[in-house]
């Protein structure tokens, strides 16, 4: 499912919960280009709705989709600017 | 109604000329500026006053305070009181769960109060967040300060409690009181006492 993106890099936050997916995400996404695009890869059931409402709320970030598989949430957020 | 007859309240102003209303745009405009650059780039501020030490009390705010950096928020968040342990560098390895007056706790009061069952229920509680893959402390008070949050250690109570500045983790905000911590609360759009 990665394929559909070009990802610029991947972030595994498996086993980590509250508040690291959001904290690691936006650590790993200040250190990218813009244009590049990020895959989040948690095991966190909170993730979904948390990193949804951290892209809504943080500017020069973009949710590009968000895919759940089992026991694994995968998001893929996009550096706007 | 009709749109183009001059009539009600604008008949009973004074005679508006084209040069009245590229004053008034101007005005406008120069005030509009000037709210944009008070308001910043709508860069949110959070205020979080931390007064409780015990171990389960001093994650939400550093939760919150990591977070909302995440979301590029400016965050302060002022300790005093019990709070101030969790910025003491020895003492916040050692923040301790209470058993006594949790009615979730599975054991009633009189057992609660036994010696050592506030280090057994602490004990448990740190396996539990260990097993659930949730930060520690010390990686909370890291990450905040990483990521810009003003931790404050309130200097009333570190006179009080007779510690010294050096006691504190590294870019801790030492020597400031309430009415700065009254400051931040009033810029601030989110404002927590924990």
């Known amino acids: 499912m990665s394929s559909e993106y070009d990802i ?6 498996k086993g980590q919960s ?3 997916p959001i904290v690691k995400t936006k650590q790993a996404i200040d250190d990218l280009e813009a244009g590049d695009v990020l895959e989040v890869v948690a095991t966190d059931s909170g993730s979904i709705s948390d990193i949804r409402g951290w892209a809504d709320g943080t500017d020069g970030v973009e949710l590009l989709e968000q895919v759940e598989g089992d026991d694994q949430y995968t998001h893929y957020v996009k550096k706007t600017d | 109604m009709s749109t183009d007859t001059p009539s009600g309240a604008d008949a009973n102003d004074e005679p508006t000329t084209e040069a009245d209303l590229v004053a008034r745009v101007e005005k406008l405009e120069e005030k509009v500026a000037t709210l944009e650059t008070d308001d910043g780039d709508d860069g949110k501020k959070m205020t979080i006053v931390a007064t409780q030490g015990s171990f389960d009390m001093a994650y939400p705010p550093l939760i919150l305070a990591s977070t909302a950096a995440a979301f590029d928020w400016e965050v ?3 300790h005093t009181f019990w709070g101030l342990d969790i910025l003491h560098e020895d003492n916040s390895k050692d923040l301790k769960l209470s058993a006594v007056g949790n009615p979730n706790m599975p054991m009633p009061n009189a057992l609660a109060a ?3 069952m506030d280090a057994m229920a602490t004990r448990m509680m740190r396996k539990k967040i260990d097993e659930n ?3 520690t402390i010390e990686e909370l008070i890291d990450l905040s300060l990483e990521q810009g949050v003003d931790l404050q250690a309130c200097q009333m109570t570190i006179d009080l409690m007779g510690y010294d500045e050096d006691d504190f ?3 801790v905000t030492t020597g400031v009181g309430a009415a700065t911590a009254l400051q931040h609360m009033a810029e601030s759009d989110v404002q927590l006492l924990v």
């Open chain 1, 8 to 13: 610029a890099e991947m972030l595994d936050v």
């Open chain 1, 18 to 20: 509250c508040p690291m």
């Open chain 2, 76 to 78: 302060v968040v002022f």
């Open chain 2, 114 to 116: 036994l010696p050592g």
């Open chain 2, 133 to 135: 893959g949730t930060a």
């Open chain 2, 169 to 171: 983790y590294d870019g």
